[in-house]
């Protein structure tokens, strides 16, 4: 539970830290930084799901030990499934930057 929330803030700093170093780029949408930024987020979501499923299943052998039944959505680590999702389409996206980045660079050097 609490490396969940330890990622969850990592990551919103990151989100903020974007937005206040200003490095996004209008003129010039696919830029290095911008793909380190959205892959850091895809590992960070995939960590996030990975440890929220992680707990979950923790949360429900040790209910079936005995233990009193936790309330996952007052831990925060229900919903492993959209982490998991979240960072699989952040990867994809990542691609399509990987990409774009090569046409911006190809079409810089065309005369």
């Known amino acids: ?17 974007l937005f206040t ?4 780029n209008l003129s010039q949408p696919f830029s290095p930084d911008l793909r380190r930024f959205i892959l850091n987020l895809s590992y960070l979501s995939l960590a996030i799901g990975l440890f929220s499923y992680y707990g979950f299943n923790y949360s429900v052998w040790m209910t079936k030990k005995g233990l009193e039944a936790a309330d996952l959505k007052a831990l925060n680590i229900a919903g492993a499934d959209v982490w998991i999702f979240m960072a699989v389409i952040l990867f ?3 691609q399509i930057v990987k990409r774009g980045i090569e046409i911006q660079n190809e079409n810089d050097l065309t005369i």
């Not at 539970?1 to 830290?17: H, Q």
């Open 92 to 94: 994809v996206i990542v």
């Open 21 to 24: 170093d200003k490095k996004l």
């Open 1 to 17: 539970m609490t490396i969940v929330a330890v990622l969850k803030a990592i990551m919103f700093y990151i989100i903020a830290k």
